[in-house]
């Protein structure tokens, strides 16, 4: 199959904000694509490759080798630029790398509003592009998800890499979006999904982004005040999350010493705002 990349058109990123990157001058990046990097971009989705080319901006490069890894961009300001979808963790030494001669900013997109389109699979076997023309015959149904994102999701994927944020250099900004996942009914898929494979996911559209440049960023999740005593339970209610999630949070938010433990009440835990 060729892996040779095509120029994608990119969704105007009105509703994001962006800052100009100071700091030291990255070393001199590879522009020749290596066997990993076609690997790389053969298998992104739509959605990824969109991002990716709207942070790297004019003037800026894709799928550079650099530090013996390669990033998804690097603007022409400097600063190099990834996209991750799912759980930060395969981010951790990467970031880590190059953050050690740049600065590294983390784009994160969270489905606000997602619509899944049910495909036939003769109609995705060859590639994702026959899902996007305008004659989609092999459609079966399509429908809205119940799931809406929240920026609470940032914890999901901060929960395998509660550090990156502590990383000297490091930007991670949440991009509110709505989407279109395009799935096909091939049998090869997620037993939850019952064989439906994900094919491709698409940006419809921007909401807005929210952007985090250090720990302190993070206070904006902790609804109480200082000194204030709260549990994972009044966290969950006062926040209006689950407890899941609140937990989930006040584990990164205490790893990024926004929060602190200082004792137990009960079977409760207790909390509060650490001292900034």
Known sequence: MSTRKKKAKTAPLTAISKTKVRGKKP????SKKSAATNFTTSNESSLHRTLKLSYA?????TEVEAE???ADGISRNGEYIEVQTGSFAPLKKKVK????????RIIHPIAVKKIIEVYE??????TVKKLQTKHNGGLLYRRRSPIKGSPWNIFDALLHAPELPLVKGVTIEIVMADIIEK?????KGSWRRKGVSIQDRQLVSLHESIVFKKPADYLRFVPFKKNEEFSVSSMAQCAGIDKWTAGKALYVLTK????????????SLIYVRAKK
């Open 256 to 267: 990024l010493k926004v929060v602190k433990r200082t004792g137990k009440k009960g079977n």
């Open 27 to 30: 070393p001199a990046v590879k």
């Open 57 to 61: 901006g004019p003037g800026g490069k």
């Open 121 to 126: 699979p003769d109609s995705c076997r060859k």
């Open 97 to 104: 790398k190059f953050a050690s001669c740049a600065k590294v």
């Open 183 to 187: 799935r096909v009914r091939d049998g």
């Open 68 to 70: 013996g890894y390669v």
